[in-house]
Structures are given as C-alpha cells and as structure tokens.
C-alpha cells in the first residue's frame, strides 16, 4: 500500500514532523524564487501573506529559521 502523502498545511501527525518540514522547506524556497523575495527573519515569515505558515514544532523544539539556506530547522 502507497505511503499517504504529507500535508505541509495541516498539523504534523507523531512521526512525520520530519517530512512535513521537507515538504515545507520545499514549498519555501519554490515561494522565493518565484515572489523573488528571500525574507530575512523567521518572523517575517509568519507575517508575509506568501508561503504557508511551517508546521508547529514538537513541545520542548523551537524553529530556527536560515536565510542563506531559505530552511527551516528545528533546534
């Protein structure tokens, strides 16, 4: 049976967080590349209206967002 596909825009199921901020990160850079816009902060993320929000992190993680990259991390 075909794994189910991972939903970058719902709340990550326990054991895929993983794959869902993949999935995000991908969703991400393909956002910059075509607004042309790399934004500077994790915060401004949240903010713009462009990409989705990334997934929520598990309870005692925290999201560290890298510009050169265009990733976001769990730390």
Known sequence: MPAQP????S????GDYNAQLELYN???KKWTV???W????????????????????P???TLVYDKQ??????Q
């Open 6 to 9: 991972v939903n970058a825009y």
């Open 11 to 14: 709340p990550a199921a326990a």
């Open 26 to 28: 991908r969703v991400l």
């Open 34 to 36: 075509t607004s042309g």
């Open 38 to 57: 790399v934004p500077p902060t994790l915060k401004d993320i949240m903010a713009s209206y462009g990409p989705p929000k990334p997934p929520q992190p």
């Open 59 to 61: 309870a005692g993680r």
């Open 69 to 74: 990259k265009v990733a976001v991390s769990l």
